[in-house]
């Protein structure tokens, strides 16, 4: 899907709003390895409707996408530290979905003040 890039204020405010939601969620990985994530989740939900049809919006999909893959592996990580053998291989995917996690940011800060849209899958397409 191609984006239209037009730099109104209203589009600059919401560029501005993704900039803090990832400096949100960075912030939140390396101070609580990403626990505190879900505030600025909660953000990105509310204010991703807002910037529908612009780049803009696959960086809230990215964002939203980014926090539920790092839930996903860094509880897969909790459960199997419960085993005290399963402890070395929890740390190795714990580190790995971190390491994933600020990729991802990064990634997604650079191609922000690009102001390039990320890549998301599609939706499939519905026969009718």
Not at 14 to 35: P, Q
Request: contains cysteine; glycine residues 6%.
């Amino acid at each position: 899907m191609d984006y239209q890039v037009t730099f109104d204020a209203d589009t600059e405010s919401r560029k501005r709003w993704l900039w803090w939601l990832y400096l949100g969620h960075g912030a939140s990985v390396v101070c609580s390895l990403g626990m505190l994530s879900f505030i600025p989740l909660i953000i990105n939900y509310l204010k991703k409707d807002e910037t529908e049809g612009s780049f803009l919006y696959t960086h809230h999909q990215w964002q939203i996408r980014s926090f539920w893959w790092y839930a996903v592996w860094f509880s897969v990580a909790c459960l199997i530290a419960l085993t005290i053998i399963g402890i070395p291989l929890a740390m190795l995917i714990w580190a790995g979905a971190w390491i994933w996690k600020a990729y991802r940011l990064t990634r997604g800060f650079i191609y922000l003040s690009d102001n390039k849209p990320m890549p998301v899958p599609s939706a499939p397409a519905q026969d009718h």
